[in-house]
């Protein structure tokens, strides 16, 4: 059995010895904290980027990341603008000096990237590593949906079809269900063969639930 416990430490202290050289980099050559940083970032990177979009790409509250961008903002790198489109919310944008910053604080972070990950391993290796990061996390993130209980899986006589995520799970459920595309399943005995042939659907499930969801 692998040593996951060592795993784990190997990776959490890694990742916190990476973060602080970074972070100590920009920190000492520009006054730019990396938690300031990587805001900044996604605000380059994302049009019309808001608060909620900078909280899902770091996996940070949304409170929190509204405070970064309070400081952020007071350090005159980037500035709230009015969200034609909800006005519970703003949009995002860098002002000239925060693009200057974030360009300048750019070619350091990259630097100190190569020198402890580009100069440390073959590129080969990396892209392997960076790959199995990528199904971890993907794999994290479905076993929390799960156990939020925000995934529904839709079943053909026992087959999966479908996986249904997130907040529009619910509405698509409903109106499948009020097409008589589905329905709820039961926990009683198993029905006996009856010998007649099993009715078919017009067309696969899959594809009826696909067109719901659109």
Known sequence: MSDLRG??????????????????????????????????????RIPGCRVHDIANELGITTGGTSKLIDRIEASGYCR??????????????LTEAGRRMLAEAGTA???????????????????????????????????GTQESGDEVVITDRGIPVARLLGPTATATLERLAADGIIGRGTTGPRPQASGQPRPRPRRPVADQISQQRR
């Open 7 to 44: 795993l784990f430490n190997d990776l959490i202290r890694f990742e916190i010895e990476l973060w602080n050289a970074v972070d100590a980099r920009l920190t000492n050559d520009f006054g730019l904290p990396l938690t300031h940083f990587e805001p900044m970032s996604v605000i380059d």
């Open 109 to 143: 972070f990259d630097d100190e990237l190569q020198h402890r990950l580009g100069d440390a391993l073959p590129e080969r290796t990396l892209r392997q590593f960076a790959s199995t990061l990528t199904r971890l996390r993907d794999a994290s993130g479905r076993i």
């Open 80 to 93: 709230r603008l009015p969200n034609p489109g909800d006005r519970r919310s703003s949009l995002l944008e």
